[in-house]
Every structure is written in C-alpha cells, then in structure tokens.
C-alpha cells in the first residue's frame, strides 16, 4: 500500500458516549499515556465547550510528555447566530491549548436545514468561516462532515460543497462520517472515491459506527479507496452500537494490507492496550474480539488443537504473538506452557519447561481460573504465584485474622467503616491494631498497615492508586463470585494484584495481602 496512514483515537470522546463507558480523570490520563506508547498519531480528548471533564484533561495533558501523540481538541463550528469571534464553542476550542482542533460540520442537506435549521448556503459560509478563523488563530484544523455518508446519497453535489467550503479555508484532514453507521462498504467506497476526484489533493479521513456492524468494513472500504486518516476508538467502544473498532483495523490494515501503522514493538501491545482500555472503562474484555480476545487463538481439544500443535497456521490467520495475543488449547495440559515460561521470562524467574514446580504453577494457574482468578492484569499475583511454587516462601507476615464494620447513624446513607486486623510477624509477635477508613477496604488496609509499618517502613510510601470489582457470572445469583483488581504504586513502580472470592471483602483483602507482600518481597530482594 503507497499511502501512509494516520490513526486517530477518538475513545474519549465519541467512545465515552457508550451507554457503559465511564472513565475517571485519572483513567483518561491513563488511556493518554497508554495510546501515546501505542503509537497513536491522534487523541481526542472531548468536547471542551460542553464537558468540564474535557477542560481539565486538556489542561493535565500539557504535563505529559506524550511521544508520539498530539491531542485534539473537538467541538462544532460557529453558532448561527453568533460570529466567529464571539463563538462560545469555537473560544472554549482555542482555550483547550491544543494544536489541533477538529470540528464537525453539517455535510448533509437534510441536517442542515432540519437540525441546524439555517440556509443550505449559510451552513457552508459558517463552516468555512469556522475553520478559516481557527487556522488564522494558529490552529491545525481537522474537518468532520458529519452525516457525510447520507448527505452524499441524498445530494452528492451539496455534501461535496461543504468539503470544498472547508479545503479552501485550509482545513487540513476531511473526514467522510457515517455518523449513523448504517452504509455499506460499496457505498462508503464509492462516495470515497467521489471525494477523491473533486479534492485530489486533500487528505482523506474515515469516521465510521458499527450499526449496520459494518464499521470495521467500512473503515477498510475508505481505505482501499484512498483514505489516508482512520478515526474509530479500542474496542469499539461508542454510541448505541459502537465506533468503528481500532482494535481491529489496526492489524487488519497493517498485517493484511501492508501499512505500516505502528511498530512491530508497538503492535505485540495491541492486546495489552485492550485490556487495559476494557479494565479502565471497568467493562469486561471481550473473548470472542478478533485478534485481542481471550479465544481469538484458542482451539479447543481434538483435531484442530492437534493440528495446530503440529503447523501453527493451520487454524490462525497470523500470528498471535504479532499482536501480544497468544495460542490457547483448550482442555489440554499444554496450555499456556509457552506463555507462561515467557512471562516467568520477564519476570526473572527461570522455569525449566518440564520442571516439576513447572507443572505446578501451570496446574495452579489452571485451578485459579477457573475459580474465576484472571492473571491478564495482574502480574504481580502471577509473580509471587511462580516465586511461591519456587519455594520462595519467606513469610513476612501471617494475617491471623479481621473484623469490618460499617456503620451508618443517620440512615442517609453516610457511613463510618472501622476494622481491626490480627498479624504475626515472622520473630513470633502478634500484633492487633484498628483503623477507620473511607470504606470497609480502606479500613482494612489501614489497619494492616499500622500494624506492619513498624516492621516494614517501606510500606509507608505504597498507596492504593486503583481498585476495580467485578461480579462474575455465577450459577446462581447467591454465589456469583466477585474479582477485585488492586493497583498499587510506592511512586516509582506500579504493580496490580488480583483477589477472588464469594465475598467482596475477602476478595479485596486477597488482592491486598498480595500488594502488600509483593512490595515487601521487591524491597527484600533488593538490599
Ligand atoms: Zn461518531
């Protein structure tokens, strides 16, 4: 493929409007960094004219340092009424600070005249009004028709028109939307190419939804026909049905088409940058997602995993590892040897592949899922699992036992949460302290903490920076079973521990123990 390829990540905005997709300030900070070390070209960060959330990310982002991304700014051109200068959107737009601004104009007869309710000639002017009085600011101006797609079939010369409005301002990208999602790929071709012909020398972008479960399709459709800019959000996340997936375009067009989008290096974090997305957004990753998804290489049993054991591509499209995914069989005692001694690899533990604590941790592992552990996003529990079955077993400390509280006085919902912990340290000493918290898990850790800090003051610095729960599909709502992911940080490093158990509190103290002794095996293992 000649053309060179942008990506651009709009997750945090067009994806945050999932009916399920929340992320916190410090989560949106967090897809940022993660997208940035991907190799994402853009990062749309929202709508600051319309979201506080968005301003303050706008205004935390000039602290990163990001590497490869440049964010990007969204919002509408000018209000009808109002002119250029005194735009409040358009002024919100330049006080976000960012180089780029992208915003949608209406590219279709219909939403002109209907939604925005103003003359089919006024809706050009204020367009490229809009984006000519951007770039006289100093901004790079990135174009969304938005309604492309409809407004093409219903009159292709008006739709055209506004791109034209917006290339001769000196908009830099124009992005074709399918907004509602619903074309086809041999329609998003043809009206691609239309573009093309008109405006030869304009960049051309693809903004596809999936709601015709078309918008991978789409996105590859504008592609083949020439564009050079895909803008959709990891794992599909967005509106109704969703955006166009990256998670899957990007391996697709890179892997089958021959673009280079991403490093090699880049690409085997594809799955990575998955799930962390998926775990940020607090939803559950899907397994059935090509490339990325849990059983996307898994082959269950008999002939397929037989064949696949013998000629890996006999049943993969390509190479897991390309993509950070890995080959699973199902029911088979193979599994995830592999993958496992990789990762004892880069942990430093060595495990030889037919070792007997080999066969245990495998074993292990193996029971824990199915109890309903999940390793993928939390290595430090895998760490201590493999240093466990290695007879590292030093006992820095044996939690005997603890009591929670919650208490509520006013019945409008404030309450207090006490508990009391009981710990023997390793010269045989029992110690019994109590803390209040902010929630029963707090209480607890606070507890623990001043009851080991005295022993073990390097536990001072460690804070818990993220706590996820997750209730897991049980056989029956009594005993569904719930999965808490800790993340922990002492400043320096991060590392995330896992707890599972019928109850949300045993759970979270699991995950804890497991924070708290990996920090303490790291310093040990240090001096
Ligand atoms: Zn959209």
């Not at 897991?320 to 699973?328: A, D, I, L, M």
């Not at 808490?484 to 019928?502: A, H, L, N, Q």
Request: hydrophobic share 35%; aromatic share 6%; net charge negative.
């Amino acid at each position: 493929m000649k053309q060179k390829i942008e990506l651009y990540d709009t997750t945090l905005r067009d994806g945050a409007q999932g009916r399920q997709i929340k992320f916190s300030a410090e989560d949106q900070i967090r897809v940022v960094r993660a997208l940035d070390e991907f190799g994402i070209a853009y990062i749309e960060g929202g709508q600051p004219g319309s979201n506080p959330k968005a301003a303050e990310l706008f205004e935390r982002a000039k602290d990163i340092n990001l590497k490869h991304a440049k964010m990007c700014a969204f919002g509408s051109t000018r209000h009808p009424k109002s002119a250029v200068e005194d735009d409040a959107n358009l002024k919100a737009l330049l006080a976000a600070g960012t180089e780029i601004v992208t915003i949608f104009a209406k590219s279709s007869r219909v939403q002109a005249k209907e939604i925005l309710r103003v003359s089919l000639d006024e809706n050009v002017k204020l367009t490229g009004e809009s984006v000519a009085y951007l770039k006289a600011q100093g901004k790079r101006v990135f174009l969304d028709g938005e309604h492309f797609f409809d407004g093409f079939f219903d009159d292709s010369e008006y739709a055209l028109s506004v791109l034209e409005e917006s290339w001769r301002n000196g908009a830099e990208v124009l992005i074709l939307c399918d907004t509602n999602g619903g074309r086809l790929p041999s329609e998003i071709a043809h009206a691609t190419r239309a573009v093309i012909e008109r405006l030869p020398k304009a960049p051309i972008g693809i903004h596809a939804h999936n709601d015709a479960g078309c918008g991978v399709a789409n996105s590859i459709a504008a592609v083949e026909a020439g564009a050079v800019h895909i803008q959709g959000t990891i794992n599909g996340y967005g509106e109704r049905t969703g955006n166009a997936n990256l998670t899957t375009i990007i391996p697709t067009v890179q892997l089958k088409m021959g673009a280079k989008l991403v490093s090699d290096k880049q690409l085997a974090k594809l799955t990575h940058v998955s799930h962390l997305v998926a775990e940020l957004a607090n939803m559950n990753p899907r397994d059935s997602d090509p490339y990325v998804g849990r059983d996307a290489f898994t082959h269950k049993g008999g002939m397929h995993a037989d064949a696949v054991n013998k000629l890996k591509s006999s049943y993969e499209h390509i190479e897991p590892e390309t993509v950070g995914n890995r080959t699973h069989i199902a029911v088979s005692e193979v599994s995830g040897r592999s993958s496992l001694l990789q990762k004892a690899a880069d942990f430093g533990i060595t495990l030889e592949r037919d070792a007997a604590e080999t066969r245990d941790v495998l074993k292990r592992v193996k029971d824990m899922e199915s109890e309903g552990y999940e390793f993928e996003g939390a290595d430090a529990s895998l760490e201590l699992l493999m240093l466990r079955a290695k007879g590292h077993d030093k006992k820095f400390f044996t939690l005997l036992g603890y009591r929670v509280s919650v208490e509520t006085s006013d019945g409008n919902g404030d309450s207090k949460s006490e508990a009391t912990v009981k710990v023997e340290l390793p010269d045989g000493q029992c110690v019994h302290t109590a803390a209040e918290g902010a929630g029963p898990v707090d209480a607890i850790n606070n507890a623990l903490r001043k009851a080991l800090e005295g022993k073990y003051p390097e536990l001072e610095k460690v804070h818990l920076e993220d706590y996820k729960v997750r209730i897991l599909d049980g056989q029956s709502a009594t005993s569904a079973k719930t999965r808490v992911f800790i993340e922990s940080t002492d400043g320096d490093t991060e590392w995330d521990t896992v707890g599972v158990s019928e109850n949300i509190i045993a759970a979270s103290v699991h995950a804890l123990l497991d924070s708290i002794e990996y920090k303490l095996y790291r310093t040990a293992n240090k001096t």
